[in-house]
């Protein structure tokens, strides 16, 4: 039985008026947040901790991403994250788009360009990014 059958005998089914209520906006918004933040290294909100590395050798056969045992809170560097100049070009050009009148928002007020990071953006620009800049920005960059 697969969790689309499951979901239908949940004790609880009867009660509620919608059977799923999935909220499409916070889940892009999820989405581009693991994204984003793990491709640029973003300290304590990237999905790319020592222990996910530990499980590497159990899950798959990456050796060279696996955390040496005697240094446990160092990491080797992984080819999907960027190095410092990378995000600084990546924060720069993101400071630079500009929108039509209420496509986006400004997203140069997002930008951190101490921190290196996005912060404070809207749920459409989430969507707008993801699906239209994402590509553009990380293809030269990344394998």
Known sequence: MDWAQRMFLMPYKGTHLIRHNL??????????????????????KKNNNPSQRKDLKIICNQSELEVDERRPN?????VYTLTKEQKRRI????SHLNFSDGYASNLARCVGMKELRM???KSHCFLIFM??????AFREMLP
């Open 23 to 44: 909220d499409v906006m916070h889940i892009e918004k999820n989405v581009f947040d693991n994204i984003f933040n793990t491709v640029m290294d973003i300290k304590n």
């Open 119 to 121: 912060r404070g953006m």
């Open 74 to 78: 160092v990491m080797p560097k992984v």
């Open 131 to 136: 699906h239209k800049f994402i590509p553009i």
């Open 91 to 94: 924060c720069e050009w993101i």
